[in-house]
T-cell receptor, first 112, second 114 residues
Framework: GDSVTQMEGPVTLSEEAFLTINCTYTATGYPSLFWYVQYPGEGLQLLLKATKADDKGSNKGFEATYRKETTSFHLEKGSVQVSDSAVYFCALNMDSNYQLIWGAGTKLIIKP | SQTIHQWPATLVQPVGSPLSLECTVEGTSNPNLYWYRQAAGRGLQLLFYSVGIGQISSEVPQNLSASRPQDRQFILSSKKLLLSDSGFYLC?????????????FGPGTRLTVL
């Protein structure tokens, strides 16, 4: 079945470091891909999304490119801040399906 | 603009007690509505979704149930809570079921069953 795999956390970085959180997916068709972020004690917020191959989603300095050839949607940011500390979830949505398929989440800790 | 509310924010209940969590959406009509559970340190699990009043689909067999008495109201219930029902419950809405549509989440309810 369809699935999403994320790198295990926690990921601990210093402020201003470069961030990559890996996400790969398995799907029989052509899904839309999402990154959601969950700040401590809060619900989830959409961070960015991409709906077709080679699309790049971007928001708040974060970027992810939909790579069909490697079935990946890695999240990147050039210079992280302490305020980026959160749990990041990768997810996909298939045609004719109400359900978002979620990765397990990656906890990101940014130290000053 | 659209907003989504959940209450209560936190809840501590004894095993065997009933449960009722409420979710309401403002600023839109005929949304798709979803209930998710997030267990500690794990990803999200879809419990129920609804495409209209009185229309509920269950994704996982369990002792929970959901109801949609009004267009923008979604309720999660249980007659008798289990210890394993502890978790963070999130309600979400979307405009439609297309693959490109975004789900918007409420602030969540943290449930602890003792």
């Amino acid at each position: 079945g369809d699935s999403v795999t994320q790198m295990e956390g926690p990921v601990t970085l210093s402020e201003e470091a470069f961030l990559t959180i890996n996400c790969t997916y398995t799907a029989t068709g052509y899904p839309s891909l999402f990154w959601y972020v969950q700040y401590p004690g809060e619900g989830l917020q959409l961070l960015l999304k991409a709906t077709k191959a080679d699309d790049k989603g971007s928001n708040k300095g974060f970027e992810a490119t939909y790579r069909k050839e490697t079935t990946s949607f890695h999240l990147e940011k050039g210079s992280v801040q302490v305020s980026d500390s959160a749990v990041y979830f990768c997810a996909l949505n298939m045609d004719s399906n109400y359900q978002l398929i979620w990765g397990a989440g990656t906890k990101l800790i940014i130290k000053p | 603009s659209q907003t989504i509310h959940q209450w209560p924010a936190t809840l501590v209940q004894p095993v065997g007690s009933p449960l009722s969590l409420e979710c309401t959406v403002e600023g839109t009509s005929n949304p798709n509505l979803y209930w998710y559970r997030q267990a500690a340190g794990r990803g999200l699990q879809l419990l129920f979704y609804s495409v209209g009043i009185g229309q509920i689909s269950s994704e996982v067999p369990q002792n929970l149930s959901a109801s949609r008495p009004q267009d923008r109201q979604f309720i999660l219930s249980s007659k008798k809570l289990l210890l394993s029902d502890s978790g963070f419950y999130l309600c979400a809405w979307s405009r439609d079921s297309s693959t490109t549509d975004t789900q918007y989440f409420g602030p969540g309810t943290r449930l602890t069953v003792l």
